[in-house]
């Protein structure tokens, strides 16, 4: 394989374009769809005859989003060689009945979804994307997506004048009451949500059947710092390992291919991946066994190609905080664009093990990217990833692996300039080279 072309410079910039286009998980994924056709991947129905010819294809289903390459030498009976990321971030969701009000004012109700670092939301200006379902009038239903990027909404903040003990005592919030956003001023001169709704995509509003909309901030992706060797945005977490995947997937040449590359977009992983369109359903090993089937393989020929699989399960790793170094361990140390980072738990909240992560720092030497490693402190609690769900769920060996990054679930994260592009670098390689390692 030669080393793929992944300037940090243009890498940057077409990272900041795929985050604006993608306010949602149905965006990301329409985003990533329009990118694989245009490089010839044709997009199947899974109600329908799977493909029983070699190619490029790839599957949606809601925000989550299958891609592979069975042709060009690419055989299923050499495994698979599976990039896993998620596309939902963090963020406060309108309810079915979100029309609210209060001290003369229009609200929205949401429900918070993920670890939300809710603080983080307030006095912000926020826009509203998703998908909303419709009922036609001959009965049947349709869903459309929703991005509008305007100033809708805000939570604003109480003053420090009504609460002088905020300095003192930190941010006490109450998410049932504090977080509703406002959205007019003049409540009597506004229509219902579900009107208002209906004329942004000019239909009846009793045809607007139901909705899965969120907010998100409106300040655009930005170079940070005097040197502009940082970038902020929103939803990092995790959309630099969609992207990252998806570039290295592009970049990729098929005659590289020996074991069966696949990209896994799957949504949900913020509330534990337990949907039809998340890590912990049935997704990706339907999608498997199916490509398995449509190549001739029998049943048993299916188990020993999950044997001699892999999987990176790619997720941002939290960069050491320079004001609260207290809260990291002191021996493992990450930092912004020093390297990619593999992800260590030794109860198993990460799937890294020894020979998988030999396998990507063998990689990484050949390609010369420095990596990183990632520990809690003992007495830190470690969130986790798809990693070992999808490890579980195939038994395919999956290795932990992301970019740093800082202010982790805020409404706008942090990282370096440098490492998203090394991060496609190294996953262009784990989609190509074949594994090396004997018997784990």
């Known amino acids: 394989m030669q080393r793929p072309n992944h300037d940090p410079e243009s890498h940057i910039t077409d990272l900041a374009a795929f985050i604006q286009a993608s306010p949602s998980p149905y965006h990301a994924v329409a985003i990533v769809s329009e990118r694989l056709q245009r490089l010839g991947f044709i997009a199947i129905e899974e109600t329908s005859p799977w493909p ?108 420090i004048h009504l609460d002088r003990s905020v300095t003192a005592d930190g941010l006490r919030l109450d998410p049932q009451r504090h977080l509703q956003p406002v959205w ?103 999608a498997l066994e199916r490509i398995c089937l449509a190549a001739g393989l029998t049943r048993d020929d299916w188990f020993a190609s999950l044997a001699a699989s892999m999987c990176v399960s790619a997720d941002g790793a939290h960069a050491t905080h320079p004001n609260w170094p207290e809260r990291h361990e002191p021996d493992h140390q990450v930092f912004l664009d020093a390297g990619p980072v593999l992800k260590w738990n030794a109860n198993a909240r990460y799937g890294t093990d020894a020979p998988g992560a030999a396998h990507m720092l063998a990689l990484a030497e050949k390609y010369e990217i420095p990596m990183q490693a990632f520990v809690s402190r003992n007495d830190m609690p470690c969130g986790s990833t798809i990693g070992p769900i999808t490890s579980a769920q195939l038994g395919i060996p999956t290795i932990d692996i992301g970019v740093a990054q800082l202010s982790m679930h805020s409404a706008r994260e942090l990282t370096g300039v440098i490492d998203p592009a090394r991060f496609s670098t190294l996953l262009a390689a784990f989609l190509t080279v074949p594994r090396t390692l004997g018997k784990r």
Do not use: K
């Not at 070699?54 to 925000?63: A, H, N, V």
């Not at 979100?98 to 670890?115: C, F, K, N, T, W």
């Not at 069966?260 to 534990?272: A, I, N, R």
């Open 52 to 159: 029983q010819e070699p190619g490029r294809y790839f599957l949606r289903r809601g925000g989550a989003l299958v891609a592979w390459a069975s042709a060009d030498g690419a055989d299923p009976r050499n495994g698979f060689r599976i990039i896993g990321a998620h596309t939902d971030s963090p963020n406060l969701r309108l309810r079915p009945r979100p029309d609210h009000r209060s001290a003369g004012m229009a609200q929205l109700g949401v429900e918070i979804y993920g670890g939300v670092l809710l603080n983080s939301w307030f006095d912000r200006d926020l826009g509203l994307s998703g998908r909303i379902s419709l009922i036609n009038s001959d009965g049947s239903t349709e869903t459309r997506l929703l991005h509008v990027n305007e100033p809708l909404l805000r939570v604003p903040q109480l003053a």
């Open 184 to 286: 007019s001023s003049m409540p009597d001169s506004v229509p219902g949500f579900r009107e208002w709704l209906a004329q942004q995509l000019a239909v009846p509003a009793s045809s607007i059947s139901a909705w899965d909309l969120m907010t998100h901030d409106l300040t655009p992706p930005a170079r940070l710092g005097v040197d502009g060797s940082m970038f902020a945005s929103g939803r990092l977490d995790n959309l630099l390992s969609c992207h990252a995947g998806l570039v290295a997937l592009e970049s990729s040449s098929v005659e590289d291919f020996t074991s069966v590359p696949v990209l896994c977009l799957f949504d949900h992983e913020e509330v534990g991946s337990g949907t039809a369109s998340g890590a912990a359903g049935q997704l990706l090993p339907a």
